[in-house]
């Protein structure tokens, strides 16, 4: 009789007899994937390693095949590797065409080319003048894109 009368309390207190179902975790956030990626540069003539090292890395990233977009946006004092005038400059003009030549889009503001006193027409075989860098940047990251500095 004893079982039977513990049977019966359980069953007449029912959140004794089973234990509640514990709700599932919420899942996990997972971030979409980068639609590509954006090269910040900033960097003047004074590093002239730094300098060039964007554009061979952009161009090692391209070669790469895992990103679908990768965009180097030229701005402030970097805006002098576009000027012929600028020797210093030389060596990662070079690697910019490389770069380009391998896919990479380059991309060069127009404010900073104001600032400089650097005509836009010199900038056509080096890539595209949009109007301001930071727009550029600021709408490529909304599409997704993630940002290295240099």
Known sequence: MVPFALLAWFVSNPGLAAPKSVPAPPPAVVPA???????????????????????????IAKQAGLLPE??????????????????????????LVAAKEAGV?????????EKYG???AVV????????SAIEEITRLVARGHEVMNY
Do not use: Q, W
């Open 124 to 131: 056509v075989p080096y890539g595209e003048v949009v109007p």
């Open 33 to 59: 994937p980068a639609a590509g990626l954006v090269i910040a540069l900033t960097t003047g003539t004074d590093d002239a390693s730094m300098y060039a090292s964007a554009f061979r890395h952009a161009r």
């Open 105 to 113: 889009r380059i991309v060069v503001c127009a404010n900073s080319l």
């Open 118 to 120: 650097i005509d836009p």
């Open 70 to 95: 990768l965009t180097v946006v030229v701005y402030g004092r970097a805006i002098l590797v576009v000027d012929p005038a600028v020797k210093a400059a030389a060596e990662a003009r070079k690697e």
